[in-house]
């Protein structure tokens, strides 16, 4: 089966401008990976959905080469390395490294094998994909054991909170450039970015924005009245809600790059494939 290709705007030849950059997708698109391939469409750029992960050669030819992408980490680990795209993400322990007023709970980031000593409920995760099931666990005998996942792994436990209200922030240079509520009470309720969960976002930026890629997702909510960071995301990996598909898409775009534009500042925060 073929790759799924859409032209740019008429006119632009194969000229290497950003106007004719390629996003490239995966397979299966969301809801909200359509809006977002429909805008870069609008734009100019040059779309392409793969059937599979592996990347076809003509991909890799100057006639037609993929700078972006909007995919899973499954997806990204396959295709990024061989086209020279470079993710950035937040570093595995990011979260666990907020002050406590941040994020209204106490989160560590430990290898699983430690993990698996916990005698107490606690809400554990990976940093940075769905290596393991995302719940809360009864104690650390219920996580998965070494035969499914290495020991190593880096996993965030946490205490168990319940969010009133989740807000997704678009974040680009230090700033939030669009957002959207995307949960109510534990259930998906998109609707509008909220102004005191922007402020809230903007006030994390100003004291920890260096510790995050120019381009990320940071999803915020409501604890006991109180805002607190749920997590970062990727933002070539995250849907972008009710949130402004232009503006999140500026974003998705510098956080899955050439590598050869890739900013010094950025180096650090390139995902490397699990």
Not at 121 to 129: E, G, I, L, R, T
Not at 150 to 175: K, N, Q, W
Request: charged share 25%; hydrophobic share 45%.
């Amino acid at each position: 089966m073929a790759a799924i290709r859409d032209g740019g705007a008429p006119g632009t030849g194969n000229a290497r401008t950003a106007a004719t950059a390629t996003l490239l997708l995966p397979p299966r698109l969301t809801a909200s990976a359509a809006r977002l391939r429909d805008t870069a469409r609008r734009r100019g750029l040059h779309t392409v959905q793969l059937p599979s992960a592996t990347p076809p050669d003509d991909l890799r030819t100057d006639h037609l080469h993929a700078d972006h992408l909007h995919a899973g980490p499954t997806f990204a680990d396959a295709v990024a390395v061989p086209l020279g795209i470079a993710p950035l993400e937040a570093p595995p322990h990011w979260l666990a490294d907020l002050p406590r007023d941040l994020v209204q709970r106490d989160i560590r980031a430990l290898p699983i094998r430690d993990a698996h000593a916990l005698r107490r409920p606690a809400f554990v995760k990976s940093p940075n994909d769905k290596g393991i099931r995302v719940m809360v666990y009864a104690d650390g005998s219920r996580l998965p054991g070494p035969d499914a996942v290495d020991p190593g792994t880096v996993v965030l436990v946490s205490d168990i909170v319940a969010f009133s209200v989740e807000h997704r922030l678009y974040a680009l240079d230090g700033e939030v450039r669009t957002g959207s509520r995307y949960a109510e009470d534990g259930r998906l309720a998109p609707g509008p970015l909220a102004p005191d969960a922007a402020a809230f976002g903007a006030e994390l930026l100003a004291r920890h924005g260096s510790t995050l890629p120019s381009a990320i997702v940071v999803d915020v909510g409501r604890t006991d009245g109180r805002w607190a960071v749920v997590e970062a995301n990727a933002a070539w990996a995250s849907g972008c809600y009710a949130a402004d598909p232009e503006a999140a898409l500026d974003t998705v775009l510098r956080a899955a790059g050439p590598r050869t534009r890739l900013a010094p500042r950025d180096l650090p925060f390139v995902r490397r494939a699990g």
